[in-house]
């Protein structure tokens, strides 16, 4: 069962992609239904400048709502922590 967490916030993937160590673990992003050949089958969708993925609390990107689930960036390091605080002013409401 998917973990929700207490916090996250959406950001434009075009920003997120601001950070000089940003990578993408594209396999991950969710499923979408196309049609291909007459039948219907599920692919995973193509991330682009335009989409919104989600930073979580503990700082991990995910492509939906869910802190463990569609993980697109995990390396969370110091450098990262203080460009989400700096670049992108994420803060983690007090209540």
């Known amino acids: 069962m998917a973990t929700m967490g207490k916090y996250c916030k959406a950001y434009s993937l075009q920003k997120l992609r601001e950070f000089s160590h940003w990578t993408e673990r594209a396999e991950n992003t969710r499923k979408e239904k196309k049609e291909v050949d007459v039948k219907e089958v599920e692919v995973n969708?193509?991330?682009?400048?335009?989409?919104?993925?989600?930073?979580?609390?503990?700082?991990?990107?995910?492509?939906?709502?869910?802190?463990?689930?569609?993980?697109?960036?995990?390396?969370?390091?110091?450098?990262?922590?203080k460009f989400c605080q700096n670049a992108l002013l994420f803060e983690i409401p007090v209540d």
């Not at 989409?51 to 689930?69: A, P, R, W």
């Open 45 to 81: 969708r193509v991330l682009t400048d335009d989409d919104f993925l989600y930073l979580q609390e503990n700082y991990v990107v995910t492509d939906g709502i869910f802190k463990d689930e569609n993980i697109i960036f995990d390396k969370i390091t110091p450098q990262w922590q």
